[in-house]
């Protein structure tokens, strides 16, 4: 087997955030063909857990601590120039000196970087194969927080997007290959960077259909006979926070002036003050974090993804349809997802319609919930398992001449 170094800037283990579930399959995938080399931080204490479950897909690896709070103050430096502050947020000299020696005692000659940040590991003239998984475009993203910010945050934040696109850029450049998690997101990154446009492809995020499937059982963790709607994600992510606050404020209340008794449930981890607060509010429950989700799904009515801002694909709302659950979506929440509003999940666009469409669901009218839940497993079930995905990675990395998607 050949080695490969594997870069990832969070520890890819589940189920805690989609970019560690599409990281983990692949480090899973890389495990099945490679002698996998993995670089990669530990920003949350109870990830430390995982690291023996890591290691056992791995011949070594490199496990760097990373304070968030400290990487903040850290990244600040990099005002004063021409630098984005997530490259300095992600520095770290003893991950440099590892993948050095790595690369001295290991005849390593590929290189997987997940996530933009960690290109800057990968510039050693050794690395004759490299390819890039953005998964999404990160400075874009930036781009669009400020828009709902206010001064300094805002310029803070636009300076962000420039100075990462200006690195997503560089990177693109000289990697051989560059991959998103969606069409979309693939094709806004080829206006964003030309010069890169025909070696710049995309695969979708999977599901575990075996993992999130309807035919396990769970104890209900909801009261007795309610009508639940749920959101499931990591509740410290800002998207995240932004749309179960515009949901439960704005839509919750217009559902239950018409289904008093319908409650809604915000599932996931490390809920912000900001999100713990919507508990005061009237049918809304936060949970925090949750041994497993999949029982929060499987006894809810209706699964929610209300996000006005969005990149990439969203693994809560592919888990949702492959628990077979009916699924209401905001264009946002679509985005990526090869789904068919009104047949494979439900879409609207504004509070009333949300709440128009959620009565619709909870009352099951017409079948049209049961209807839709069936077309979501289905769906999920024909395009989005991960050996699928990630058919074609091998090829990328092993191959020796130069990638041109326009020719695929």
């Given at each position: 087997?050949?080695?490969?170094?594997?870069?990832?800037?969070?520890?890819?283990?589940?189920?805690?955030?989609?970019?560690?579930?599409?990281?983990?399959?692949?480090l899973?995938?890389?495990?099945?063909?490679?002698h996998?080399?993995?670089?990669?931080?530990?920003?949350d204490?109870?990830?430390?857990?995982?690291?023996?479950?890591?290691?056992?897909?791995?011949?070594?690896?490199?496990?760097?601590?990373?304070?968030?709070?400290?990487?903040?103050?850290?990244?600040?430096?990099?005002?004063?120039?021409?630098?984005?502050?997530?490259?300095?947020?992600?520095?770290?000299?003893?991950?440099?000196?590892?993948?050095?020696?790595?690369?001295?005692?290991t005849?390593?000659?590929?290189?997987?970087?997940?996530s933009?940040?960690?290109?800057?590991y990968?510039?050693?003239?050794?690395?004759?194969?490299c390819v890039?998984?953005?998964?999404?475009?990160?400075?874009?993203?930036?781009?669009?927080?400020?828009?709902?910010?206010?001064?300094?945050?805002?310029?803070?934040?636009?300076?962000?997007?420039?100075?990462?696109?200006?690195?997503?850029?560089?990177?693109?450049?000289?990697?051989?290959?560059?991959?998103?998690?969606?069409?979309?997101?693939?094709?806004?990154?080829r206006?964003?960077?030309?010069?890169?446009?025909?070696?710049?492809?995309?695969?979708?995020?999977?599901?575990?259909?075996?993992?999130?499937?309807?035919?396990?059982?769970?104890?209900?963790?909801?009261?007795?006979?309610?009508?639940?709607?749920?959101?499931?994600?990591?509740m410290d992510?800002?998207?995240?926070?932004?749309a179960?606050?515009?949901?439960?404020?704005?839509?919750?209340?217009?559902?239950?002036?018409?289904?008093?008794?319908?409650?809604?449930?915000?599932?996931?981890s490390?809920?912000?003050?900001?999100?713990?607060?919507?508990?005061?509010?009237?049918?809304?429950?936060?949970?925090?974090t949750?041994?497993?989700?999949?029982?929060?799904?499987?006894?809810?009515?209706?699964?929610?993804?209300?996000?006005?801002?969005?990149?990439?694909?969203?693994?809560?709302?592919?888990?949702?349809?492959?628990?077979?659950?009916?699924?209401l979506?905001?264009?946002?929440?679509?985005?990526?997802?090869?789904?068919?509003p009104?047949?494979?999940?439900?879409?609207?666009?504004?509070?009333?319609?949300?709440?128009?469409?959620?009565v619709?669901?909870?009352?099951?009218?017409?079948?049209?919930?049961?209807?839709?839940?069936?077309?979501?497993?289905?769906?999920?079930?024909?395009?989005?398992?991960w050996?699928?995905?990630?058919?074609?990675?091998?090829?990328?990395?092993?191959?020796?001449?130069?990638?041109?998607?326009?020719?695929?």
């Amino acid at each position: 087997m050949e080695h490969l170094l594997f870069l990832a800037h969070r520890i890819p283990y589940p189920p805690n955030k989609g970019d560690k579930i599409r990281s983990f399959h692949l480090l899973k995938h890389l495990a099945l063909r490679y002698h996998v080399h993995l670089g990669t931080f530990v920003d949350d204490p109870a990830d430390w857990q995982h690291v023996e479950t890591v290691k056992a897909y791995c011949q070594s690896t490199h496990f760097a601590s990373l304070n968030p709070l400290t990487a903040r103050l850290r990244s600040l430096a990099a005002l004063v120039g021409q630098r984005a502050l997530s490259l300095d947020y992600y520095q770290n000299r003893g991950l440099h000196d590892w993948v050095a020696q790595a690369l001295e005692s290991t005849p390593i000659s590929r290189v997987l970087v997940f996530s933009s940040v960690m290109g800057q590991y990968a510039e050693d003239a050794r690395l004759k194969r490299c390819v890039v998984d953005f998964v999404d475009v990160d400075s874009d993203k930036w781009q669009q927080y400020s828009a709902k910010k206010t001064w300094p945050m805002r310029w803070l934040y636009q300076r962000e997007g420039v100075q990462l696109l200006k690195y997503e850029q560089q990177l693109a450049a000289r990697a051989d290959a560059s991959l998103f998690v969606s069409q979309a997101e693939a094709q806004l990154f080829r206006q964003l960077a030309p010069a890169s446009a025909h070696k710049t492809g995309h695969f979708n995020n999977g599901v575990d259909l075996a993992y999130f499937s309807p035919a396990h059982q769970f104890d209900n963790p909801y009261p007795a006979g309610s009508a639940v709607l749920v959101f499931t994600g990591a509740m410290d992510y800002w998207p995240n926070i932004d749309a179960v606050q515009w949901f439960a404020k704005d839509i919750m209340p217009l559902v239950r002036a018409r289904h008093p008794a319908a409650l809604f449930y915000i599932v996931g981890s490390r809920p912000t003050p900001q999100v713990r607060a919507l508990a005061d509010l009237p049918g809304v429950s936060v949970t925090g974090t949750v041994p497993d989700i999949r029982p929060y799904l499987a006894h809810a009515t209706l699964a929610v993804a209300p996000l006005r801002i969005a990149r990439g694909i969203q693994n809560k709302v592919l888990e949702a349809m492959a628990m077979r659950m009916p699924v209401l979506v905001s264009p946002q929440a679509l985005e990526g997802i090869d789904a068919m509003p009104g047949q494979d999940l439900a879409l609207a666009d504004h509070a009333e319609a949300f709440a128009d469409a959620a009565v619709t669901l909870l009352e099951n009218r017409n079948g049209q919930a049961e209807r839709l839940a069936a077309h979501a497993r289905e769906k999920i079930e024909t395009h989005y398992g991960w050996d699928q995905q990630l058919a074609s990675l091998p090829t990328l990395l092993d191959s020796q001449l130069p990638v041109n998607f326009n020719e695929s």
